[in-house]
RNA sequence: GCGCCUGUAGCUCAGACGGAUAGAGCAACUGCCUUCUAAGCAGUGGGUCAGGGGUUCGAAUCCCUUCAGGCGCGCCA
């Protein structure tokens, strides 16, 4: 059994390797402190819960009483104009063809079927077809008071339907501290399996540790090296070592520890000790960067040392060759790779006898699948791209549908300093730490910064400009209006004004106060979009939005007034934008302070 | 040379499976704190969606092409 990080809460490869999600239990799902589960088979039974699902109900109805069927899929979205409607969807046009009929004439017979709900205000045919549905009030209101009622099970769409996927993320070798780079594929991936965990997948996460390589073969050396100096004992420093601070500091508390047990020892006798030992700490110190900037979640840590050690490499390697996959050219060990995507063959075994990285890229990949995943994501850095044919090849010809496997690229992050570009390199030292970033412009911000971006999006991050705008930083704009509205509610509270039975909120009678319903309302498909797309960026665009909203709201109007019955509407109103708000700042890993 | 990503307001970026008059923040300028948090609010200006062609009722979105930037193309990891 072998011991992947050196913690109180130890994680056993052993434990990884036997133990499938199966025996996990069928109850198993991720949840995280403060947000629990939801039951979305409860959640089936509830009714006018959501105006998305309510209107494709009526919809589907609608055409199939015209004859189509099956339904198509029924696409509704939010209007980009208010005039347009709280609703609005473009089935009309798009059935166009199929029924060749005109777009505006379906719309008619549809609405025709439709006018008469009483969760319609209005029903509109506009443009060149468009449906407009504007809601009643009361449903509106009826909707308001399911979501104080009901909470997070109100927020949610069971997009996953209990699917099982794995996410991978991170897996930055552990050669030294996490920069900046990682810390994008950091907050990405635990936003995107925050999101699937809520939308009703079963996610696990995992962390790749590339342990058996070249690279931290060179950070024992590069510790070494430092260590002889140490000791007096002049070695000469590996050409392509690590020249970071952090080796000399690894190198002194090496000597602290072990005093001079190795001084004079040549590195074959005593390097995978010193090795072994190093990277350690390096785990050791990745995972308190991450804890650091709120991402501790990982279900398992995989060690590619121990992938070998199980023989997965050989054996994975065995089953290509048995499927006729695998060949022999110029005393090398080649994998068929064209036979499926990939515009070249690859080497697997080197003709030194040496496994390639891809070998047990293999092995982890067939592992993962084997574990039977519905679906499996790796999140990677951009300048892998060109590893994704090779990779989708190894799962086909393990037989699995490459649609079952989903790489999300996050592209580079160009550091800034002064407007200019700030060159990182570990190996010559020059890099700025998630640590010093996390010290300089706080986690919770560069998280958001991450997040609002699309992933495969490049990203200047300029540490000048993030540190000098921190007080204007879209994050404690979204924090802050949680914090009013807590500073709110705390002062009812000290008031006496406890929320009582029976809160009319037919006393919502402003339009600023209809439209922050309606946004409120809007949430659950925002997270819908969010999950089928893998973009949790979404989410951020929306928070600014509605934080946008409910600012705007405070400055004209007060909440606690003198008519204590509309006061206790305001109330519900505030409460019903904090759950959203401080859901979705959940979602996104970013902390939702009571006070500012 | 081939492949992938990107090109939208002065800057940083959104823009949903092709949909209605292309949006936000920052920056700039002008107002608003004796009232629940001014890390806030209100207002003003700002666009050939890199260029060109095509597909159709309709294109920032799909296809082709040119240009520009980034990344990748090893018996490296």
Known sequence: MFVIIHNTRLYLFHYIWHT????????????????????????????????????????????????????????????????????????????????KKAPRKIAEDIVGRLKDNPIFEKIEIAGPGFINFTFT???????????????????????????????????????????????????VGNALCNLLAESGFTVDREYYINDAGRQVRLLGLSVYARYQQLTGNEVPFPEDGYRGQYIDDEASALRAERGETYKGISFDICGTEITSWTYSRMLVLIRKDLSRFGVTEFDAWISEKEIFAQGEVANAIETLQQKGFIYQHANALWFRSTAFRDDKDRVVIKSDG?????????????????????????????????????????????????????????QMVNLMKHGEPFQMSKRAGTFVTLSDIIDLVGADTTKFIFLTRKADSHLDFDLDVVTATSAENPVFYVQYANARINSILTNAREKGLEPAQGVDLALLAESAELVLIK???????????????????????????????????????RVIGEDAALTHARLSLCSAIRIVLSDALGILGVSAPEKM
Request: proline share 6%; glycine share 6%; charged share 20%.
């Open 137 to 187: 009030k009361s449903y509106l209101l009826s909707s308001l008071q399911h979501l104080l009622k009901a909470e997070k099970a109100f927020l949610r769409e069971n997009v996953g339907e209990g699917k099982k996927v794995l996410v991978e993320f991170v897996s930055a070798n552990p050669t030294g501290p996490l920069h900046i780079g990682h810390a994008r594929g950091a907050a």
């Open 519 to 557: 946004k409120l309302l809007t949430y659950p498909m925002v997270l819908e979009n969010a999950a089928r797309s893998f973009e949790p960026h979404r989410i951020t665009f929306y928070l600014q939005e509605l934080a946008a909203m409910f600012h705007t709201y405070y400055h004209n109007h």
């Open 354 to 410: 040496e496994y390639t990285y891809f070998a047990s890229d293999i092995a982890y990949h067939k592992n993962k699948l084997d574990r039977g995943y519905d679906t499996i994501i790796d999140i990677w850095g951009a300048d892998h791209h060109g590893y994704i044919p090779r990779i989708e090849s190894v799962m086909q010809a393990f037989g699995y549908d490459i649609s079952q496997f989903r790489v999300i690229l996050v």
């Open 20 to 99: 499938s999600p199966k025996q996990r239990g069928p109850h198993y799902r991720i949840s995280r402190p403060g947000l629990p589960a939801v039951d979305f088979q409860k959640k089936r039974h509830l009714h006018c819960i959501s105006m998305k699902r309510d209107v494709t109900a009526l919809l589907t109805d609608a055409l199939e009483a015209l004859g189509v069927s099956p339904c198509p899929h029924i696409e509704i979205e939010v209007p980009r104009e208010d005039s347009f409607g709280d609703l609005s969807s473009p089935v009309a046009m798009t059935m166009a063809k199929a029924l």
